[in-house]
C-alpha cells in the first residue's frame, strides 16, 4: 500500500485543517533537529503537511522528483547551460533575500524562521536564534550570504559546477561556522564554494574541490584544458577544523587541525595539527613565520607523494619525504636539548612531536648544503 501524506502525518484522510495543521505541529516538535530528532523525517512531515496545505494527498514520485531536480540532464547541452544559468540567477536572488532578512532581524534583535528557494530550486531554511545565531537548514547550492554572527549548518553546501558566475560565499564578520555532526551526517562541502570567517572558528568536515577537463575553445581536436573549482576555507584570525581535504582546495587561518591532505590541497597557518598518514599529490603546507607543525601519524609509502612540500614563510622549502626520515636525535642541541629522552630511531614526523620553524630553516640549510655538496661531485 503505498503511503499518502495523511499516512505519514498519522491522521484519517476526511481530516479538517485544523487537525491537519495539529498534527503538523505535534510531530514537527518531536522531529525537529534542534529536540533531538531526525532531520530527514522531519523534512517528510513538513512536506506532507505543504502538500496536504494545497490539496496534494500523495508525496512525489520519482519521476516527478526527477522532472522538478535541480540538474537538467536530459537535453542537449545549450538547452542544460540556459536552464542552469536561469537556476544559477534564481538562486543568487533568494539567497540576497536571505541576506537582508537575517540582517534585518539581527539589526533588530528579533527571532523568526523562514523558508528560502523553492521544490525546483531547492528549499533551506533559516532562523535567527535569540542568541544572535542565525541556524541554516538544508543544501545551499548557490549565491553568497554575509552575516554579522554564529552560523550552525545542517546540510551540505556546493557551488554551481557550470559557472563561477554564481558562485557559492558564506561570509561571517563575527562568530564561528559549524557545522552539526558533519561526520555522522556526512555533512560536506565542495566544487569551488567559499567559507570565510572575519573572527571565529569553523568547525566542518570533509571538503572537496573539483578539477575537470575540458575541450579547447578554440575547438582544436585533441587539445584540452584543465579547469579547477578550488574550494576556499579561511579564518585567517581563528582556527579551522575538518576531516578530509581532497582535491583543489585551499585553507587558510591561525591554526589547522586536519586528518588528511589529497591531491593540490594548500595549507597556509601558524599551527598545523596533522592526525592522518596522507599527504599527496602536489600538496603543500606554508608555515608562518614563528610557527609549528605537529604530526601524529606516520606516513605510509603510498600515504606521502614525493612532491608535498612544507614552505616557509621566507620562501625555503623542505619536502616531507626528506622530513619523514630525520631522527630527533640528529637535531642540532640548541633545537633539541633534551633529545636523549627519544629513542635513536624516533623521527620527527610521527608521534606529534613538535616541529618549529626555525628548526625547518635551520633543515632546509643543511639540505641545500648536502645537495650542493653532491652535485659538486659530479661537477655540476
Do not use: C
Request: neutral net charge; without cysteine; charged residues 30%.
Amino acid at each position: 500500500m503505498v503511503e499518502n501524506n495523511f499516512d505519514i502525518l498519522g491522521i484519517v484522510e476526511d481530516s479538517t485543517e485544523k487537525e491537519i495543521r495539529d498534527a503538523f505541529r505535534r510531530l514537527a516538535l518531536q522531529y525537529h533537529s534542534d529536540r533531538g530528532g531526525e532531520n530527514e523525517q522531519f523534512i517528510k512531515i513538513k512536506q506532507a503537511y505543504e502538500d496536504l496545505k494545497i490539496g496534494k494527498k500523495y508525496p512525489e514520485t520519482d519521476i516527478e522528483k526527477r522532472n522538478n531536480s535541480r540538474v537538467y540532464s536530459d537535453e542537449t547541452e545549450a538547452d542544460v547551460k540556459r536552464k542552469n544559468q536561469i537556476l544559477g540567477q534564481q538562486l543568487s536572488k533568494e539567497m540576497k533575500t536571505a541576506e537582508n532578512w537575517a540582517a534585518t532581524l539581527n539589526k533588530s534583535n528579533l527571532t523568526a524562521t523562514r523558508l528560502f528557494g523553492s521544490k525546483t530550486l531547492g528549499e533551506i531554511e533559516l532562523e535567527r536564534k535569540a542568541n544572535g545565531s542565525l541556524s541554516i537548514k538544508g543544501n545551499f547550492m548557490a549565491g553568497s550570504i554575509t552575516y554579522d554572527g554564529p552560523i550552525t549548518m545542517q546540510g551540505s553546501i556546493t557551488s554551481p559546477s557550470w559557472t563561477k558566475e554564481f558562485q557559492t560565499k558564506i561570509h561571517l564578520t563575527s562568530g564561528d561556522f559549524k557545522f552539526i555532526n558533519p561526520l555522522e551526517n556526512k555533512y560536506k562541502i565542495e566544487n569551488g564554494a567559499e567559507i570565510v570567517v572575519d573572527s571565529g572558528n569553523i568547525v566542518i568536515g570533509n571538503v572537496y574541490g573539483r578539477k575537470f577537463r575540458v575541450e579547447d575553445p578554440d575547438g582544436k581536436v585533441g587539445v584540452f584544458q584543465i579547469q579547477e573549482h578550488r574550494t576556499h576555507i579561511s579564518s585567517p584570525n581563528g582556527k579551522i577544523i575538518a576531516e578530509n581535504l581532497i582535491d583543489t582546495v585551499s585553507v587558510d587561518a591561525d591554526s589547522i587541525i586536519i586528518l588528511n591532505a589529497e591531491d593540490d590541497v594548500r595549507i597556509s597557518a601558524r599551527e598545523v595539527l596533522f592526525y592522518g598518514g596522507k599527504f599527496t599529490y602536489d600538496s603543500i603546507i606554508e608555515l608562518k613565520q614563528g610557527g609549528t607543525i605537529r604530526f601524529f601519524e606516520k606516513f605510509s609509502i603510498q600515504g606521502l607523494s614525493g612532491d608535498g612540500i612544507i614552505k616557509l614563510e621566507n620562501g625555503k622549502k623542505i619536502r616531507l619525504f626528506d622530513l619523514k626520515t630525520k631522527k630527533i636525535r640528529d637535531l642540532d642541541d640548541k633545537f633539541m636539548p633534551n633529545k636523549e629522552n627519544f629513542t635513536k630511531d624516533a623521527t620527527l614526523v610521527g608521534n606529534g612531536f613538535t616541529i618549529t620553524y626555525d628548526m625547518l630553516d635551520n633543515l632546509s640549510k643543511n639540505i641545500s648544503k648536502q645537495k650542493s655538496g653532491w652535485k659538486s661531485k659530479f661537477g655540476f
